[in-house]
């Protein structure tokens, strides 16, 4: 079975512009989060999708945003980008058919750079 | 305050050697609790997964959790210069929503 893949897997971008990221999930994973990774900060939650719906939001400011397709397939976008917004976004994927705990595989991540 | 408090490193080891790394939470509805091994360059892998308190082993890694204590360690025996990693730990509550500790960089020199 094939991995999570994310693309593209390194962006360089400059300040205000806007930037989207894709994710395809394992195949028949309907659930898709999508997590910030930076040294400070360590890893943290962005936004969960299931079924093309936003079930689980982290505390980012809206210029962060997703969306799910029916294929499963996410895309993240951020907007008016910011020095702050380099890191490297991660996206898990699960199958999402149990309740409290679902394991997530993680793609290789895209490494953002903002100047 | 963070909800999850990872000892920071980062941490060196000679080969052989026991390690253990830990994690304190304060959130007391934290029922999951997972170990993620993550390679320089690569996405975070599932090592370990617990639920509620105990202990389980798997090979050379063993995963505890002590939630009267609100605390969590992976040790790992015979360390080996491929377990050189930064590792993660993670919490769920029912909600599903998964939070992370900072990570811990491990080196195991030959």
């Known amino acids: 079975k094939a991995g999570v893949t994310q693309t593209p897997r390194y962006l360089i971008k400059t300040r205000g512009q806007q930037v989207t990221l894709s994710c395809s999930p394992i195949?028949?994973?309907?659930?898709v989060s999508w997590y910030q990774q930076t040294p400070g900060q360590g890893l943290q939650f962005l936004f969960e999708?299931?079924?093309?719906?936003?079930?689980n939001k982290g505390n980012f400011p809206g210029r962060f945003s997703g969306r799910q397709f029916s294929n499963s397939r996410s895309e993240m976008n951020v907007s008016t980008l910011e020095l702050g917004d380099s890191a490297l976004y991660l996206c898990?994927?699960?199958?999402?058919?149990?309740?409290?705990?679902?394991?997530?595989?993680f793609g290789p991540g895209t490494r953002l750079t903002v100047l | 305050q963070k909800e999850v408090e990872q000892d920071p490193g980062p941490l060196s080891v000679p080969e052989g050697a026991i390690v253990s790394l830990n994690c304190t939470y304060s959130?007391?509805?934290?029922?999951?609790f997972m170990w993620y091994r993550q390679y320089s360059r690569k996405g975070p892998e599932l090592l370990m997964y617990?639920?509620?308190?105990g202990n389980k082993e798997d090979g050379r890694f063993t995963a505890q959790v002590d939630k009267s204590s609100k605390y969590i360690s992976l040790f790992i025996r015979d360390s080996q210069p491929s377990d050189s990693a930064t590792y993660l730990c993670?919490?769920?509550?029912?909600?599903?929503?998964?939070?992370f500790g900072d990570g811990t960089t491990l080196t195991v020199k030959p």
């Open positions: 898990a994927s699960s199958p999402a058919i149990n309740t409290g705990y679902n394991e997530q595989f």
């Open positions: 195949s028949g994973h309907r659930s």
């Open positions: 999708y299931f079924s093309e719906t936003q079930r």
């Open positions: 959130n007391s509805a934290f029922q999951y």
């Open positions: 617990t639920y509620s308190s």
């Open positions: 993670a919490m769920n509550t029912n909600a599903g929503k998964s939070t």
